[in-house]
């Protein structure tokens, strides 16, 4: 979970140890807090009682997991208003236990039999949203961003009585905060690590002498570590070594985000050995070693909606500690938030927050492994949003897997074998037909021990809310063909390929996407690099300084230091100061300024799209987030004008922004945009920038080969235009594109005659 420091005011009255004991680390502007949502309450779910298999109450969808039990956070403590991580405890006799941090405390599951998981115990703790729970022997370690230190808790009756008892709280070292973000727990050198808390880093403790009384050993802390897993190598060129993958960064982990690998084994003295970050980094959150020892999966719990539209998970490897490498990403296509990662064999088990647990194998390609299983604690949507799923827990001997929710609570799963394998054949198709027919052609293995029923594959295509299952077609062996139905033209189209075993168990392959259309063209792509037909200035203008000028930006902590362009240098932006000047220098002061684009003919275009990319800043100067910029368009040169938005946001980044023309004027040969900075309230910063217009065009209709003349069918009118061009190269009547018209452009117009 991201972690932003706050700044409180100070208070006369309060000593500076009376701030640090009292201060709850409220997460200011984190996105857990500002997309809350209250908890979901409802009995206890079993299987076998309600239902079977892996739907609870119809809510939940599933492929290859079977739901054993749900506890929703009402049936754990009355109190809990949310759920955060959990962790899982075998006891010496071999009974499964899973952990689970509420808003309150933490509550003690067993899941020995996973269809009848039963609360044993609650303990309270300090209230917060953030919880993480470890465990090491009999003892279980707990921590919060409440506060009041590491609750230590003896496991040893669980078994017999179902007690648990609080045998002590850890709150050394008295200089530091008594928040604690997260805990890693090494149990081969027998060391308790507390991460985060405030601004800190790692902090040690040994288990060794006193697991009951964890000792404070030391700490590493240049920056701000958000989750750590610490490893002892027992063999190779690291053997004996205790090694800490730390993710985080400076500035509560948003600058210099990544890995940072940090040798602990000296307690006194740490030694980072290297640091790695990827691209598009936005908060390196959490990461996981996979069993080799070689690969470290990671993931970024702010890209997701901004610098990446689909949940990413990174590799890196880590063969060479020093020198750690950056394989490259993968995704399932799906946009939800991934938040924590952890390997189990050749599986990698993700919490991915709304889309709740993806399961993917890596015995064929560990940098890019398929998904072979997921469950959706999430309904409503897939969306980039902090709810759902936070923690999963998959090293249960017996094969349970349990996950926490933060709205629904503890859920306890088996993870199947995959039913089926799946992949596509042919290329994936960029364009669908909106008329129908589009084909792409699939494998279908079946697994090891299963039984396919060939008449369940499907391709299940979506649009909107609407989902159509379309049977495939055996093409012989395990080849099948899949044909797309009429789809809405200039609509995103998503499609997967599911098919079921003789007993009912379903698998599917990763979600993709495709447009409907038959063709999209570009109408224009200006990034503002050379002079374009844009004007500066409309009436009514009468903005003093700021006025918009097409320039390579001097940054300013208002205005950007380069345009959008990749490849450019030049974007609109209003006011070009000089390079150390003020930030308010040449910012739009006293009134508006207006940038009109050239007319842009869009009559008889199918389903024109309009995107921009802007920049916009107001959060400066005495009354900050007092004005705005409206951005509008019009049908007729700039007569009247239609809004399309008005930006008040201050990204600090450029952001993109698309519309379809369509729903705001019809297109005509006379469309043109404008962008009305302006400065209308008192003492704030108004800067602005535009870049990288560009205008598409989707077309509805596939072109009918041999219709020449447009009309919609292929007749003796067409003859007529082929017959008058024999002989030359008139590209029109040229079907076949050989360069001449001849008897085998003939023979193409013949037999599409209608």
């Not at 609650?122 to 919880?131: E, K, V």
């Not at 707990?142 to 008892?165: C, H, N, P, R, W």
């Amino acid at each position: 979970m991201v972690r932003l420091m706050i700044r409180l005011p100070l208070v006369a009255a309060l000593t500076a140890s009376v701030l640090c004991a009292s201060v709850a680390f409220a997460h200011e502007d984190d996105g857990k807090i500002r997309d809350r949502q209250k908890a979901f309450r409802g009995p206890a779910w079993h299987e076998g009682k309600q239902g079977k298999g892996g739907v609870a109450g119809g809510g939940f969808n599933s492929v290859g997991v079977q739901l054993k039990s749900w506890l929703p956070l009402n049936t754990m403590s009355a109190g809990a208003q949310n759920g955060n991580s959990c962790w899982g405890w075998v006891s010496p006799a071999g009974r499964e236990y899973a952990i689970m941090g509420l808003y309150d405390g933490t509550a003690f599951v067993e899941v020995t039999n996973p269809s009848a998981a039963t609360l044993k115990s609650f303990q309270a703790g300090p209230a917060s949203l953030w919880r993480d729970v470890r465990t090491h022997l009999n003892y279980c370690y707990a921590g919060s961003e409440g506060g009041g230190g590491i609750q230590v808790f003896d496991l040893s009756q669980l078994d017999s009585t179902g007690t648990v008892t609080l045998v002590n709280t850890v709150t050394a070292p008295t200089s530091t905060t008594a928040a604690t973000h997260t805990l890693a727990v090494d149990n081969t050198s027998g060391f308790l690590y507390r991460a985060g808390g405030g601004s800190n880093g790692l902090r040690f403790y040994d288990l060794n002498a006193n697991p009951a009384a964890p000792a404070y050993v030391g700490a590493w802390g240049p920056i701000y570590v958000h989750e750590a897993e610490v490893k002892t190598y027992t063999s190779g060129p690291y053997a004996g070594k205790q090694i800490a993958f730390c993710y985080g960064g400076a500035n509560g982990g948003n600058v210099n985000t990544g890995l940072y690998i940090v040798d602990v084994t000296n307690k006194l003295a740490p030694v980072q050995l290297s640091f790695i970050t990827y691209p598009n980094a936005r908060f390196c959150h959490q990461g996981w070693l996979d069993e080799d020892g070689r690969y470290v999966y990671i993931n970024d719990e702010l890209d997701e909606g901004a610098t990446v539209s689909v949940t990413t998970t990174i590799v890196m490897d880590v063969s060479n500690l020093s020198a750690p490498i950056f394989k490259g990403t993968f995704t399932n296509n799906n946009a939800a938030i991934g938040h924590n990662i952890y390997v189990k064999g050749k599986l990698v088990f993700q919490a991915n927050y709304r889309s709740g647990m993806r399961v993917f194998d890596t015995t064929t390609n560990p940098l890019n492994p398929p998904e072979v299983a997921w469950f959706d604690t999430y309904p409503a949507d897939d969306n980039a949003n902090f709810n759902g799923l936070w923690n999963i827990w998959p090293y249960f001997p017996s094969g349970t897997v349990i996950g926490s929710d933060i709205e629904r609570g503890l859920f306890v799963w088996r993870v199947a074998g995959p039913v089926a394998t799946i992949n596509l054949v042919s290329a994936p198709p960029a364009l669908v037909n909106p008329a129908g027919g589009t084909t792409v052609d699939v494998s279908i293995v079946a697994g090891s021990g299963q039984t396919l029923d060939p008449a369940t594959a499907v391709m299940k295509v979506t649009v909107g809310s609407t989902t159509t299952n379309t049977p495939l077609v055996s093409l012989g062996g395990n080849t099948f063909r899949a044909t797309f139905p009429p789809t809405p033209c200039a609509q995103t189209v998503s499609y997967q390929f599911e098919v079921r075993n003789t007993a009912g168990d379903t698998t599917s392959d990763p979600l993709r996407t495709a447009f409907s259309a038959a063709s999209v063209t570009t109408v224009t792509d200006d990034a503002f690099e050379v002079a374009s037909g844009w004007t500066v200035g409309a009436t009514g203008d009468n903005a003093t300084t700021g006025q918009w000028v097409r320039v390579d930006p001097v940054g300013t902590a208002a205005q950007p230091e380069d345009d959008r362009t990749p490849t450019g240098t030049q974007c609109f932006i209003t006011g070009q100061g000089v390079v150390g000047g003020g930030v308010g220098d040449q910012d739009v002061d006293g009134g508006s300024t207006t940038l009109v684009s050239p007319i842009y003919n869009l009559a008889g275009l199918d389903e024109p799209t309009l995107e921009y990319w802007y920049w916009y800043s107001n959060n400066a100067g005495s009354n900050p987030n007092s004005d705005s910029m409206p951005v509008e368009i019009s049908n007729n040169g700039g007569t009247t004008w239609v809004p399309l938005e008005t930006i008040s946001t201050n990204n600090g980044a450029w952001t993109k922004r698309t519309w379809r023309v369509r729903d705001f004027v019809t297109p005509t040969s006379q469309v043109r945009v404008r962008f009305i900075a302006r400065d209308l309230g008192a003492g704030s910063i108004v800067e602005a920038g535009v870049d990288d217009l560009k205008i598409t065009n989707v077309d509805c209709t596939a072109n009918i080969v041999g219709d020449m003349n447009g009309d919609g069918v292929v007749n003796s009118a067409d003859l007529g235009i082929l017959l008058s061009s024999w002989g030359t190269s008139n590209p029109l009547a040229d079907l076949d594109g050989n360069g001449t018209v001849d008897s085998a452009d003939l023979g193409i117009l013949l037999s599409a005659w209608s």
